[in-house]
């Protein structure tokens, strides 16, 4: 295939469109539609950006966009870190994470009540109230035994299952946002500051974020976002916030 920057210049000029013109209709700067055409990809934000600013790009000059992002991810970008894991060592892995899994979290607080009845039941046997009076005083008064109580157990409060995520622009930030389902609640879009994110619930949700120029929280609770060469990707449960590689389904293509 042709380089993507002279293919997407050359279709422009075919259609006699001036750089201005493209600016206006995709929203994208001229400074960044230069950068596609002369391929200085140092001057684009980033790797998601580009490749959303190629499918803008291309869907306006009727060209092919999963061959311009194609063509852009096998010549420039690198494959993650989990991509380049052996075999045998993610399925160690996904072992490992199934033996600690096995232990069911309420495990301990059985044996604990388990524990603390059986020191009761033999504090019951031992104590003297227990005991048979000798024959010689056996005219006196027999006491009741003395029973323990039994322990009482605590439930804990149930889990919530569904999960509520804010996120507020502090830059210009690309936001995907994909449910348990695959269904996406938030389509590839480019938010900048002073500009309203939806509030969206599920229980659960993947989030793609084309930078950390963006306050992220989860229940009502911030949660730190790191900064990335790469695309950054969380999952997101009333568990908690993971981490995940950008192999993982469902993905934002």
């Known amino acids: 295939m042709a380089e993507i920057g002279s293919t ?15 600016e206006v209709a995709t929203k994208i700067r001229a400074k ?42 096998h010549r420039y970008e690198r494959p993650s870190d ?35 009845v059986a020191i009761l039941f033999v504090v019951g046997l031992t104590s003297p109230s227990n005991n048979p009076a000798p024959a010689a005083h056996s005219s006196h008064t027999h006491r009741p035994a003395h029973h323990p109580h039994k322990p009482v157990r605590h439930t804990s409060p149930p889990k919530p ?12 930030v690309y936001v995907c946002l994909v449910n348990g389902g695959g269904r996406k609640l938030i389509n590839e879009q480019n938010f900048n500051v002073g500009q309203t994110i ?7 949700l993947l989030l793609t974020l084309g930078n950390n120029a963006v306050q992220v929280k989860v229940d009502g609770r911030a949660v730190p976002v790191a900064a990335s060469p790469n695309a950054i990707r969380l999952f997101i449960t009333p568990v908690g916030v993971t981490h995940i590689p950008d192999s993982r ?4 293509p």
């Open 8 to 22: 997407l210049r050359e279709a422009r000029m075919r259609a006699r469109i001036d750089i201005t013109e493209v």
């Open 32 to 73: 960044y539609l230069r950068a596609l055409e002369n391929e200085e990809w140092d001057l684009l934000p980033g790797p998601v950006y580009i490749k959303s600013f190629l499918r803008t790009y291309g869907d306006y000059l009727g060209l092919d966009t999963r061959m311009l992002t194609d063509e852009f991810r």
């Open 82 to 116: 989990h991509d380049l894991k052996p075999v045998s060592s993610l399925v160690r892995e996904r072992e490992r994470r199934s033996r600690a899994s096995r232990v069911p979290p309420w495990a301990p607080i059985v044996a604990v009540i388990a524990v603390v």
């Open 161 to 172: 299952k569904r999960v509520t995520l804010q996120l507020v622009p502090t830059g210009l």
């Open 198 to 204: 939806p509030t969206e619930t599920a229980r659960h």
């Open 249 to 252: 389904k469902p993905t934002c």
